[in-house]
């Protein structure tokens, strides 16, 4: 009974965000823009509590590249590109951002973390400035969790706890406890299933 009410809770949802969905859509079609998909999405970031919740859940499971329709974005926070996807029971607080990045299901991301889409956007190969940004795709592996505050430059494995307030710039392997700024490894936790 409980997943048949958060079902039709979710559709109920789906159908009231659907405007800002197909204008999100339109945009892309018609543009290849993002500035409407980040718009809305901000938009929908202010609405508090549990309805709030479940507006952006619909909105981001429609308009990113991947996103499961069970996960929690709290208030405050959005998405800043459709390239992002979230995984099933993936839980983001509140006053996130988050940009081109892989979340993989059951991850939890605590509030004011940021992980924009990789660490060179304004840099190219050579490591000048250039004028266009360069996005990267961000991964955070499975079941991992990520403290208050913290900013994601790099790919983290799953199993992880990063450290509230920690700066990941380099690679971290699965089964890691991060801390620090720049990030480093503090402790390797068991392999977990």
Same mark, same amino acid.
């Given at each position: 009974?409980?997943?048949?009410?958060? *079902?039709?809770?979710?559709?109920?949802?789906? $159908? %009231?965000?659907?405007?800002?969905?197909?204008?999100? =859509?339109?945009?892309?079609?018609?543009?290849?823009?993002?500035?409407?998909?980040?718009?809305?999405?901000?938009? #929908?970031?202010?609405?508090?509590?549990?309805?709030?919740?479940?507006?952006? $859940?619909?909105? /981001?499971?429609?308009?990113?590249?991947?996103?499961? =329709?069970?996960? !929690?974005?709290?208030?405050?926070? /959005?998405?800043?590109?459709?390239?992002?996807?979230?995984?099933?029971?993936?839980?983001?607080?509140?006053?996130?951002?988050?940009?081109?990045? $892989?979340?993989?299901?059951?991850?939890? %991301?605590?509030?004011?973390?940021?992980?924009?889409?990789? &660490?060179?956007?304004?840099?190219?190969?050579?490591?000048?400035?250039?004028?266009?940004?360069?996005?990267? *795709?961000?991964?955070?592996?499975? *079941?991992? =969790?990520?403290?208050?505050?913290?900013?994601? #430059?790099?790919?983290?494995?799953? !199993?992880?706890?990063?450290?509230?307030?920690?700066?990941?710039?380099?690679?971290?392997?699965?089964?890691?406890?991060?801390?620090?700024?720049?990030?480093?490894?503090? &402790? *390797?936790?068991?392999?977990?299933?």
């Amino acid at each position: 009974m409980r997943r048949f009410l958060k *079902k039709f809770i979710f559709v109920f949802s789906l $159908a %009231l965000t659907s405007p800002f969905i197909f204008v999100s =859509w339109l945009e892309n079609r018609l543009f290849q823009s993002e500035d409407l998909f980040v718009s809305l999405g901000q938009f #929908l970031s202010l609405i508090p509590g549990k309805l709030g919740t479940c507006f952006r $859940a619909a909105y /981001y499971f429609s308009t990113l590249e991947n996103s499961s =329709w069970e996960i !929690h974005i709290g208030f405050g926070s /959005y998405l800043s590109h459709r390239g992002a996807s979230l995984g099933r029971n993936v839980a983001i607080g509140s006053f996130c951002v988050i940009g081109t990045a $892989a979340i993989e299901e059951e991850t939890v %991301l605590a509030s004011r973390v940021s992980i924009p889409s990789g &660490k060179r956007q304004h840099l190219d190969e050579s490591g000048n400035i250039c004028s266009e940004p360069r996005f990267e *795709k961000v991964s955070v592996g499975k *079941k991992s =969790w990520i403290g208050e505050g913290a900013i994601v #430059l790099a790919n983290i494995g799953q !199993h992880c706890i990063v450290s509230a307030g920690a700066v990941v710039i380099s690679e971290i392997p699965a089964n890691s406890v991060v801390g620090g700024n720049p990030g480093r490894i503090i &402790k *390797k936790l068991d392999s977990a299933g």
